[in-house]
């Protein structure tokens, strides 16, 4: 198998794939989102700087448009799988830092 799939339960609906390895996250994202994260880029840059990369914010490693003429623009992001991110005594560590309660 290649990619694994499912969609989000949050509520932007979108859309997300996993590499066969499962160290990526393909995620569909919209307008909005797209633009938050770009205007996010420089202070991520200097935030992974700062902590000498240690920090665990995922890292988004591409945002691309994919064009074709059988459906309308899509944009992706590639980013980590922090799912598989484990702490000193080997357990997996899972964060929701989104920290919004409305409409849960």
Sequence with gaps: MVFKAGQGAGLSGSFFFFSHDDKFLIKTI?????????GMLDGLIKHFKKTNNKSLIARVYGLFTIKTNLFANLDVMIMQNTCLLKNKKN??????????????
Excluded at 30 to 38: A, I, P, R
Excluded at 91 to 102: A, N, Q, R, V, Y
């Design 91 to 104: 357990e997996k560590m899972l964060f929701d830092i989104k920290g919004s309660t409305t409409n849960r």
């Design 30 to 38: 919209n307008k909005k989102e797209k633009s938050l994260l770009v």
